[in-house]
Every structure is written in structure tokens, then in C-alpha cells.
């Protein structure tokens, strides 16, 4: 496990928007499958639609968007590293979080076929809830593993796996 977490970061470090790509697909096509499997209970009912739905969000649509704010982050230097991994945390859930979610949602509608109004529907069912419920359980949780997790694997699985369930 820890060869394979060093090769992780290494490339990370080398090619930061495939690797993130290739994770965020991974981790959304996975969080979908577990949504449906232990969730939703669908067994051989599993939507293979939904699921590469999910991945293709994941890794061309969330990937790119999550490097590119990663980057953006990285590069902003505190006194501290208290106060940088507060700001960070602090950013990443009062300005990325909120537009993500709303992206994700818009996104989702659109890659099922459906049009701005029904897009416009799930936002403000779905958004405020499923902000909520990130900043509930990501706060916490963002502070402690940005403290000790290296700059570079700051890609948050849980709150990848948060949002696969919530676009049914």
C-alpha cells in the first residue's frame, strides 16, 4: 500500500491533471456503485448508464476543475501552516463547495437528457441540503487531513462519494 501511495503522489506531482482526472472518474464511478448497490439495494438492476454518467462527470468535468482550484490553493502562502490549512478549508467550502455542487447538479441534468428548467428544478431541491450535509461532514474532516496529508492529495474521496447519491 505505501508503494503504491508514493507512485500516487509522484504522479501527482508529474501529471496533476490526468492523475486528478483519473481518480475523480474513478472515485465518482464508484461512489455511483455503491449509492445503487448498498444504498439504493438495486442489485442486478444497477444503472451502467448512471454509473458512466458519474465517472465522465468525475473525470471531465470535476478533474479538471478540482486541479486547476488545488493549484489555485497551493500556490496562496499563509504565516502559518494553522492558518494555511484554516484558510484553505475555509475557501474550499465557502467558495469551491458551493459552486461545485450547483455544477454538478446542472451537469448531471443535462448529461440525462433534460433541459435548463428541469436543471433549475434539481438545484434548488437538491442544492441547499446537499451543501449542508458536505459542510457537515467535510469541515471536520477537511482540517484534520489537510494538516498531515501532503498539498498534492488534497482530493477529498468522501465528498466525491457524497454527491453520487444525491442525483437519483
Same mark, same amino acid.
Given at each position: 500500500?505505501?508503494?503504491?501511495?508514493?507512485? *500516487?503522489?509522484?504522479?501527482?506531482?508529474? !501529471?496533476? @491533471?490526468?492523475?486528478?482526472?483519473?481518480?475523480?472518474?474513478? %472515485?465518482?464511478?464508484?461512489?455511483?456503485?455503491?449509492?445503487?448497490?448498498?444504498?439504493? $439495494? #438495486? $442489485?442486478?438492476?444497477?444503472?451502467?448508464?448512471?454509473?458512466?454518467?458519474?465517472?465522465? /462527470?468525475?473525470?471531465?468535468?470535476?478533474?479538471?476543475? +478540482?486541479? =486547476?482550484?488545488?493549484?489555485? %490553493?497551493?500556490? %496562496? =502562502?499563509?504565516?502559518? =501552516?494553522? #492558518?494555511?490549512? @484554516? /484558510? !484553505?478549508?475555509? +475557501?474550499?467550502? +465557502?467558495?469551491?463547495?458551493?459552486?461545485?455542487?450547483?455544477?454538478? *447538479? $446542472?451537469? @448531471?441534468?443535462? %448529461?440525462?437528457?433534460?433541459?435548463?428548467?428541469?436543471?433549475? #428544478?434539481?438545484?434548488?431541491?437538491? /442544492?441547499?441540503?446537499?451543501? +449542508? !450535509?458536505?459542510?457537515?461532514?467535510?469541515?471536520?474532516?477537511?482540517?484534520?487531513?489537510?494538516?498531515?496529508?501532503?498539498?498534492?492529495?488534497?482530493?477529498?474521496?468522501?465528498?466525491?462519494?457524497?454527491?453520487?447519491?444525491?442525483?437519483?
Amino acid at each position: 500500500m505505501a508503494s503504491f501511495l508514493r507512485a *500516487f503522489n509522484a504522479s501527482l506531482v508529474r !501529471r496533476p @491533471m490526468a492523475t486528478q482526472c483519473i481518480t475523480s472518474a474513478v %472515485l465518482f464511478g464508484t461512489g455511483d456503485v455503491l449509492a445503487q448497490q448498498v444504498g439504493e $439495494g #438495486k $442489485g442486478r438492476d444497477h444503472d451502467f448508464t448512471r454509473t458512466a454518467r458519474a465517472a465522465f /462527470y468525475g473525470g471531465a468535468l470535476f478533474g479538471p476543475a +478540482l486541479t =486547476k482550484w488545488l493549484q489555485l %490553493l497551493n500556490r %496562496l =502562502k499563509f504565516q502559518t =501552516k494553522t #492558518k494555511a490549512v @484554516m /484558510y !484553505r478549508v475555509y +475557501l474550499d467550502q +465557502l467558495v469551491f463547495t458551493p459552486v461545485v455542487v450547483c455544477f454538478f *447538479f $446542472g451537469s @448531471m441534468t443535462f %448529461l440525462e437528457g433534460y433541459g435548463f428548467s428541469e436543471a433549475q #428544478k434539481r438545484i434548488s431541491q437538491s /442544492y441547499v441540503p446537499t451543501v +449542508l !450535509r458536505n459542510w457537515e461532514s467535510s469541515c471536520p474532516r477537511n482540517s484534520s487531513t489537510s494538516a498531515w496529508c501532503p498539498r498534492t492529495c488534497n482530493l477529498s474521496p468522501s465528498e466525491l462519494c457524497l454527491f453520487s447519491g444525491t442525483h437519483t
